[in-house]
C-alpha cells in the first residue's frame, strides 16, 4: 500500500470484542511505518492494556498485542485521522461526549454498534468529523477485560461511502490486515437487514432462554420470531427503509450458520441479570413504532419476559 507523505493515525475507543477483533488484525497485519495505532480504553481493560497489552485468540492463533499508544478515555486530546467507535450501543454518545479531543474536521469516525442511526446520533459531538454508516458481522467476545476471543464471522465491514476519497488508504489498510471491507450507497438497508436479525433474534432468545438451535427446530418459536421481524419490517418501511417479506425468509435462513448452541449477546447480558442492549433492541423498537402509529405488541410481550428475567437473574 502506498502512504502519502503525511503519517495516518488509528484510535480504537472501545477494546471489547469488536474494538479487539480489529486492534488485533490491525496491529498484527502488515502495517505500513507511517501507520499509527492507539487505543482509548477504561477501567480494568485499561490497567491489563498497559500492563500486558491486549491478549488476543482466534482459532490456533493466540497472540499478545501492543498498540502504539494507550490512551485512558476521557483524557483525551490529540485528534486521529479516523477513529473507530467499539463501545456497546448505551454507552456510545457518552463515550464520544467525553473523548471530543479525538476528533477534528478531517477525521473520518466509524460506529460499529448495532443500530440503524449510531451515525446521526454522534455527527453533532465530533467537531465537523465525517461520520459514516457502518457495521461489522462478526463473533468476538471479551472473555476478561483485556482479553478477547475471536469465535466466527469474518469481521467484515460494511460502511456507507466517503465524501471524500481521502480515506482509501484506511480501507486498504484494513483489506490488507484481513478484514474485508464493503462500501455501499445501500448502508441503511444493510443496517436494517442486520438489525432485523439481531434485535428479533436477541429478544426472542433472550425472552425464552433458549439458543439458536433450539429456536430452529421450534416451529412455534419460529412463529413468534416471524411475528417480530414483522413488526420490524413494519418500523423500517415507516422510516423509509423498503425491508421486504424476503428480507424476513433471508433473516430467517441465516440461523443455519450458527452451531446449535449459540446464543445472543443481548440473552448473555440478560442471563447475568443485565440489560446489555435493550435500550436499542427493544425499548426503542417499540418506542419508535408508537411514534409512527404501529403498536409493536409482540416487542411488549417479549419486553414482559426479559424484564421478568433480569429482575430473576438479578438477584
Ligand atoms: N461482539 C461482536 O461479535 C459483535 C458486536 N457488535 C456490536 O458492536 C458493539 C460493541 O460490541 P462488543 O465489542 O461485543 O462490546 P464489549 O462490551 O465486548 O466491548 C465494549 C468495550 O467498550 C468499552 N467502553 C464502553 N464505554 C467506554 C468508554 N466511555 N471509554 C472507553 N471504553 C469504553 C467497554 O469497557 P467496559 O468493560 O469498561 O465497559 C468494553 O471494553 C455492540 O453494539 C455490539 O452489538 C456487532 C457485531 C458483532
Ligand atoms: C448474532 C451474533 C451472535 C452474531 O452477529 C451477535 O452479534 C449478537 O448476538 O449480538
Not at 81 to 96: Q, S, Y
Not at 207 to 232: C, H, N, T, Y
Request: glycine content about 10%; proline content about 4%; aromatic content about 8%.
Amino acid at each position: 500500500m502506498n502512504l502519502e507523505k503525511k503519517d495516518k493515525s488509528i484510535a480504537i475507543l472501545g477494546l471489547g470484542g469488536v474494538g479487539g477483533f480489529l486492534g488485533a488484525k490491525l496491529l498484527s497485519g502488515d502495517r505500513p511505518a507511517g501507520v499509527e495505532i492507539s487505543f482509548v480504553a477504561r477501567r480494568k481493560t485499561l490497567e491489563f492494556l498497559q500492563e500486558k497489552g491486549l491478549e488476543f485468540e482466534s482459532g490456533e492463533q493466540k497472540i499478545s498485542i501492543h498498540p502504539d499508544r494507550i490512551q485512558e478515555s476521557g483524557n483525551t486530546s490529540v485528534p486521529f485521522d479516523v477513529v473507530i467507535l467499539a463501545t456497546k450501543a448505551p454507552g456510545l454518545v457518552t463515550a464520544v461526549q467525553e473523548n471530543q479531543g479525538l476528533f477534528s474536521d478531517k477525521t473520518l469516525v466509524i460506529p460499529l454498534q448495532n443500530m440503524v442511526d449510531a451515525a446521526s446520533r454522534i455527527r453533532s459531538f465530533v467537531k465537523g468529523a465525517e461520520v459514516l454508516d457502518a457495521c461489522i458481522y462478526l463473533i468476538s467476545n471479551v472473555v476478561r477485560p483485556g482479553r478477547v476471543k475471536h469465535l466466527g464471522g469474518p469481521g467484515k465491514i460494511v460502511a456507507g461511502l466517503p465524501l471524500q476519497n481521502d480515506y482509501q488508504w484506511f480501507f486498504s489498510l484494513l483489506e490488507d490486515s484481513g478484514v474485508p471491507v464493503k462500501l455501499t450507497p445501500d448502508i441503511q438497508l444493510h443496517l436494517w437487514r442486520k438489525f432485523l436479525f439481531i434485535s428479533s433474534l436477541g429478544c426472542l432468545s433472550a425472552a425464552f432462554g433458549v439458543s439458536f438451535g433450539q429456536v430452529k427446530s421450534s416451529p412455534q418459536l419460529i412463529a413468534e420470531w416471524r411475528k417480530l421481524m414483522q413488526e420490524l419490517v413494519a418500523l423500517a418501511r415507516a422510516d423509509g427503509v423498503g425491508l421486504t417479506d424476503e428480507d424476513l425468509e433471508v433473516t430467517l435462513s441465516l440461523l443455519s450458520n450458527f452451531p446449535y448452541g449459540s446464543k445472543s449477546s443481548f440473552q448473555l447480558d440478560v442471563e447475568q441479570g443485565n440489560e446489555g442492549e435493550k435500550a436499542i433492541l427493544l425499548d426503542e423498537v417499540i418506542e419508535k413504532s408508537w411514534q409512527v402509529g404501529l403498536r409493536a405488541v409482540n416487542y411488549q410481550s417479549v419486553g414482559e419476559l426479559i424484564e421478568a428475567k433480569i429482575q430473576e437473574y438479578g438477584k
